[in-house]
């Protein structure tokens, strides 16, 4: 199984910040890779596809970016319904695994 | 606007059965795969299982392989998953979720609300 690595695992950030969350896979899988928010109590939203595609939308401060096995998740400038898990998903090979999760707090 | 509502969810004992559902509304249905994806209380995302427009192809995660059956009906814009065997680490709240056209697309693009399983005696 391909195993997704997110880091870090939580951050506080302030709002205005740019944050940056990686996702790590353990073989290459192209640009399979999308990103998902979370609030609390709620269903997965979708953010990104294929690396760097934003979904029909979401907010151009989210962007996405890597290929291979290293990627990245960046939200240009923080704001307050920015807080949020954050997962990464690949979607290059069965079973179709997620990362762990990046919680984004308030500083 | 597309949205899929999945029901079915409840108490069920160690060992026994449960039959989630999915109705989806707003696109073809039958024009995408569609997945199963669950997530443990405070845990995180775990797919379970997808199934390809015409059921023909299925992939289950090796955890439930033997006791979760996926499978869909095209004429009622339906998804389902059937639960045997239940054990406590089944225990979480099931989303179902819009694959894509392709089998190597599931980008999971829309998600219903969930439908929270419980295993415990």
């Known amino acids: 199984d391909i195993q997704m690595t997110q880091s870090p695992s939580s951050l506080s950030a302030s709002v205005g910040d740019r944050v940056t969350i990686s996702c790590r896979a353990s073989?290459?899988?192209?640009?399979?890779l999308a990103w998902f928010q979370q609030k609390p109590g709620k269903a997965p939203k979708s953010l990104i596809y294929?690396?760097?595609s934003l979904q029909s939308g979401v907010p151009s401060k989210f962007s996405g970016s890597g290929s291979g096995t290293d990627f990245t998740l960046t939200i240009s400038s923080l704001q307050p319904e920015d807080f949020a898990t954050y997962y990464c998903?690949?979607?290059?090979?069965?079973?179709?695994?997620f990362g762990g999760g990046t919680k984004v707090e308030i500083k | 606007e597309v949205q899929v509502v999945e029901s079915g969810g409840d108490l069920v004992q160690p060992g026994g059965s449960l039959r989630l559902s999915c109705v989806a509304s707003?696109?073809?249905?039958?024009?995408?795969?569609m997945s199963w994806v669950r997530q443990a209380p405070g845990k995180g995302l775990e797919w379970v299982a997808n199934?390809?427009?015409?059921?023909?192809?299925?992939y289950y995660v090796d955890s439930v392989k033997g006791r979760f059956t996926i499978s869909r009906d095209n004429a009622k814009n339906s998804l389902y998953l059937q639960m045997n065997s239940l054990r406590a680490e089944d225990t979480a709240v099931y989303y179902c979720?819009?694959?894509?056209?392709?089998?190597?697309?599931?980008?999971?693009?829309?998600w219903g609300q969930g439908t929270l399983v419980t295993v415990s005696s």
């Open positions: 979720a819009r694959g894509g056209p392709s089998g190597g697309d599931c980008y999971h693009d829309y």
């Open positions: 707003g696109f073809t249905f039958s024009s995408y795969w």
């Open positions: 199934i390809k427009q015409d059921g023909s192809e299925k």
């Open positions: 073989q290459d899988i192209s640009k399979y």
């Open positions: 294929a690396a760097s």
């Open positions: 998903q690949q979607y290059e090979t069965y079973p179709l695994t």
